[in-house]
């Protein structure tokens, strides 16, 4: 059983920039392909981006180039890094893990997530 606890949401100005956490439990962290989704109000949960366990890296094409993910095994954690930020960017950002497999941006793929975390940015 995996546990996700995400932390770093909240409010900023377009142009600003925040940094997501998702800190993990369980001992095979390390061999997880992890993955952030987010949900804008009246959306669907969409693809943001995803990390394999040996670091190759995968992104929307509406945060490429402003959003980076990366992992930090020995912590356990993964990490959202977002500049830039639009107001369109504005939804509850969701981590994610799979039990096995590569990175990949399908939700369905994902067998455990984190309750969320709020990012609201204002015009």
């Known amino acids: 059983q995996v546990q996700l606890v995400e932390s770093g949401g909240g409010l900023v100005q377009a142009g600003g920039s925040l940094r997501l956490s998702c800190a993990a439990s369980?001992?095979?962290?390390?061999?997880?392909?992890m993955g952030w989704f987010r949900r804008a109000p009246g959306k669907e949960r969409e693809f943001v981006a995803a990390?394999?366990?040996?670091?190759?890296?995968y992104y929307a094409d509406s945060v490429k180039g402003r959003f980076t993910i990366s992992r930090d095994n020995a912590k356990n954690i993964v990490f959202l890094q977002m500049n830039s930020l639009k107001p369109e960017d504005t939804a509850v950002y969701y981590c994610?893990?799979?039990?096995?497999?590569?990175?990949?941006?399908?939700?369905?793929?994902?067998?455990?997530w984190g309750q969320g975390t709020q990012v609201t940015v204002s015009s």
């Open positions: 994610a893990a799979r039990a096995v497999g590569m990175a990949v941006s399908t939700k369905d793929d994902y067998n455990y």
């Open positions: 990390i394999g366990w040996s670091g190759p890296t």
């Open positions: 369980g001992r095979t962290f390390s061999s997880r392909s």
